[in-house]
């Protein structure tokens, strides 16, 4: 059910307080999934709390007139620990859904079907860039971010689903990214594949003369498919320009790191900081850590991140590492009150996502 409830949560025409009703669901209905997670990350926990005393501490002494965006915090982390294995399949069977209405979305020629969202009518565009599906979601970068999700989801709970619904899910997952067409998800999400293709099978594809020959194989037709396609993907990834661009994000950068030089200690005291960017307008930093450390400077960043890297095992270290790679040129986590973090929040202390059986 909370699987249900996040994914309605994440649709762009549902409010986000909505986020309060999932806590109270769990705390109605799962209270001893949340304690049992709490107790074994009391010290995460604790840590989360004290830091957002901080925060609180650094607003009222900068004068911010209003609360410090971590004020949520806590709560996103006990969302996150009232999240079961069951909730990863029900999301990820909603993802898949919505991924079809991507692709419906980008056949049709719109951004969306939802009336809240900004609908672009760009059936005339030649290029993927002006051409991005949002699902249902709210933008086609929250809705890339949940379908990247999605296929971590599909990787936790692969001894739970057939060979081929995990194909079927996974090519649509794929194609939903694709229509997306958010360059970071697009590239991280082929690399996430290849990497847990190689993992998943390396005895076999590094210890058989056959799993040699079929990496081989697999390089060659790569090669020759690259160099066939080259031109059209460079053209499609630099938005027709010559040279692949970042979306005014240098731009944007230089002007956080002007701030965050100016105010390194304690940030714009823990307050959501934004930048002027075009006419009129303002732009966050397109970049989770660059956020970070711009809205709270070194020293409440410092512990944050030490906090999380301290959770960081095996087991979650691959999904988290993408989380990060993704946050280096988005701003996926870190907002403490979105789906992203909710998710990563679980990828990172919740015990029984990782558990076949759940009592």
Not at 129 to 134: D, S
Request: a positive charge; aromatic letters at 16%.
């Amino acid at each position: 059910m909370v699987g249900i409830l996040l994914f309605i949560a994440s649709i762009s025409i549902v409010p986000i307080y909505f986020f309060g009703i999932v806590f109270l669901y769990e705390l109605a209905c799962r209270r001893t999934v949340i304690y049992n997670n709490l107790i074994a990350n009391r010290t995460f926990f604790f840590s989360i709390i004290g830091i957002v005393v901080l925060c609180l501490f650094n607003s009222l002494i900068h004068g911010a007139e209003k609360l410090p965006n971590f004020i949520l915090l806590p709560i996103t982390v006990l969302i996150s620990f009232g999240i079961r294995r069951e909730d990863l399949r029900y999301f990820l069977i909603l993802m898949v859904f919505e991924a079809v209405v991507g692709c419906v979305e980008q056949i049709v020629g719109v951004s969306s079907f939802l009336p809240s969202s900004d609908v672009i009518d760009f059936s005339e565009e030649e290029l993927l860039y002006f051409r991005k599906a949002a699902g249902l979601s709210n933008g086609p970068a929250t809705f890339s971010v949940k379908l990247l999700i999605a296929l971590f989801s599909l990787s936790i709970l692969s001894d739970d689903i057939t060979k081929k619904n995990k194909l079927r899910y996974g090519t649509i997952l794929v194609l939903g990214i694709i229509s997306s067409f958010t360059r970071t998800v697009v590239l991280l999400g082929v690399i996430y594949l290849i990497l847990k293709l190689v993992i998943n099978n390396k005895n076999f594809l590094f210890s058989t003369i056959k799993g040699k020959l079929l990496v081989v194989s697999i390089c060659v037709l790569i090669g020759v498919f690259y160099i066939g396609i080259y031109d059209t993907l460079l053209f499609q990834l630099a938005r027709g320009e010559d040279t692949v661009d970042i979306s005014g994000r240098d731009v944007v950068w230089e002007r956080f790191f002007v701030f965050i030089e100016n105010n390194f200690w304690f940030g714009n005291g823990s307050y959501h900081y934004n930048v002027p960017y075009e006419v009129g307008g303002t732009a966050h930093a397109h970049n989770s850590f660059i956020q970070l450390l711009a809205d709270n400077g070194i020293i409440i960043t410092t512990l944050f991140m030490a906090n999380i890297i301290l959770k960081i095992k095996k087991r979650n270290i691959i999904y988290i590492v993408f989380f990060f790679l993704t946050g280096i040129a988005q701003y996926v986590i870190f907002w403490a009150y979105s789906i992203a973090d909710v998710f990563f929040y679980a990828l990172l202390c919740n015990n029984l996502i990782w558990k076949k059986q759940l009592r």
